[in-house]
């Protein structure tokens, strides 16, 4: 069965660090992959996917996600943050002939001034 | 942009009671999805539909049932609303096509309250 792992529940950075958040999955073939932001509060809004190609996706809001098939992984990177990037992540995929999306529990970001 | 609008964004009910919540889709798309998202718990799906008039379970439809029959609106019921449907409820719709879903698009979220 599908699955997807975020490792890390709640991470803390400080206001223009980089940022690192983890994904990895669990499908036999290349799924379509996904990385969403909910503000608190607030519906989900995508940031950015994977469906082929290039493995190095960008985003909106300054992020970007690398899809490593050896290691079944989709992180999301952002090379300096910002107090607003403070919010909750969710990995997801899609795998197969299938109409539903396999979420990750979610990390929470919080940034320190 | 595409746009997922939900009927109310806070929605206070008493126990026993018949709860709709609502959905719409202005993007033309064929998949609707209901979750309701808990602390700790993620987004776990209670019901989706590919069509007018189709629908399936998810990961959690007891207790709730669905109707599409328009395609750009998609509802979601509590037959007999108890303390534990308290949650936040997020409405999404995606394109699709032969069993697949694209990215899925959000509503705001109802955050619904059973007393």
């Known amino acids: 069965a599908q699955s997807v792992t975020q490792p890390d529940i709640h991470i803390t950075v400080s206001e223009g660090a980089s940022l690192e958040l983890r994904c990895n999955y669990s499908y036999g073939a290349t799924p379509y992959l996904f990385w969403y932001v909910q503000s608190p509060g607030q519906g989900l809004q995508l940031l950015l996917k994977?469906?082929?190609?290039d493995t190095l996706v960008q985003g909106i809001k300054g992020f970007e996600a690398e899809f490593k098939r050896s290691q079944s992984s989709f992180n999301l990177r952002k090379p300096s943050v910002h107090w607003s990037d403070a919010a909750e992540y969710f990995c997801a995929v899609q795998g197969g002939n299938n109409r539903k999306l396999i979420w990750g529990l979610g990390t929470s970001l919080a940034v320190n001034p | 942009d595409v746009k997922v609008t939900q009927s109310s964004r806070y929605l206070v009910k008493r126990t026993g009671e018949k709860v709709f919540l609502e959905c719409v889709q202005d993007?033309?798309?064929?998949?609707m999805f209901w979750y309701r998202q808990d602390p700790g718990l993620g987004l776990r799906l209670i019901y989706f539909s590919y069509d007018v008039k189709m629908k399936e379970k998810g990961d959690i439809p007891e207790g709730y049932s669905v109707s599409r029959e328009k395609k750009e609106r998609f509802s979601l019921i509590l037959e007999s609303a108890s303390t534990n449907q308290t949650s936040m409820y997020l409405c999404a719709s995606s394109w699709g096509l032969a069993g697949t879903t694209y990215e899925q698009y959000f509503g705001p979220g109802t955050r619904l309250t059973v007393t």
């Open positions: 994977y469906f082929s190609g």
């Open positions: 993007m033309d798309h064929e998949n």
